[in-house]
């Protein structure tokens, strides 16, 4: 069992990951903001990069757990398609190729030609990650894989990632609003009741380094309720 979590927490720190590139590489965080200033053209691209932030998240997530566990693959959804269409015209199936070369000319292609973006993206993608947490490894559930399904938010407060405040105050140890808001969620349910049986929220804004004012995260493997009855 602590197999399935412990892919759930590496892929959520790869999203994580995404998610903090796209605000911290000068190149893509060019897309991220450029909306309100931007020509015509550029206020249309930037409306939908927004979106294939998203959409390259949950198909990174899909991929990677499916990768370890291809009984889950076709049991893996999320609240994005993996086809991407831009308003300039561009269409792809957003897919992580077997190359990292491969993976930044489909993601160029939809990107208007930006292979800097493009290849930021795909390098993070790439990268092999793994994450371990004690209490992910003890966690024994007697769930055979083959009956679980998985549920992908990529950015749950995407648009408060958007606009990326970094100076909203906790109320009682959450945040109502700002980047700290910002989660990768996943859950896992039984597929044929529905019930939920665990989750990881992984929070990739936590902490801001005051020195080099980049973010670092903490996800935090989360039992549901319903987990201790099994
Ligand atoms: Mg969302």
């Not at 069992?1 to 994580?16: F, T």
């Not at 549920?151 to 009682?172: A, C, F, H, L, M």
């Not at 804004?205 to 309720?225: E, I, M, V």
């Amino acid at each position: 069992m602590a197999g399935v979590l412990r892919a759930l927490l590496s892929a959520s720190e790869k999203a994580a990951n995404i998610a903090r590139v796209c605000r911290q590489e000068g190149a893509l965080f060019q897309l991220l903001i450029q909306e309100k200033t931007g020509a015509d053209k550029n206020k249309k691209f930037t409306q939908d990069f927004k979106t294939l932030a998203d959409v390259i998240i949950q198909e990174v997530v899909r991929h990677d757990v499916g990768k370890q566990f291809p009984e889950l693959l076709h049991a893996i959804h999320g609240e994005e398609s993996n086809t991407f269409e831009n308003r300039l015209g561009g269409r792809v199936e957003v897919q992580v190729c077997s190359v990292e070369t491969d993976t930044a000319a489909l993601l160029c292609s939809v990107l208007d030609g930006n292979e800097e973006a493009a290849g930021l993206l795909a390098q993070t993608i790439h990268q092999e990650i793994e994450l371990r947490d004690p209490a992910a490894e003890r966690l024994e559930l007697a769930i055979p894989t083959s009956s679980m399904g998985i549920w992908i938010d990529p950015i749950d407060s995407t648009n408060q990632y958007i606009k990326g405040r970094g100076d909203v105050d906790p109320e009682k140890g959450l945040y109502p609003s700002g980047l700290q808001s910002a989660l990768v969620l996943i859950g896992v349910y039984d597929r044929a009741s529905g019930e939920p049986i665990m989750g990881v929220i992984n929070q990739p804004f936590n902490q801001c380094d005051p020195g080099s004012l980049r973010y670092s995260g903490t996800p935090s493997p989360t039992n549901c309720t319903v987990c201790s009855e099994h």
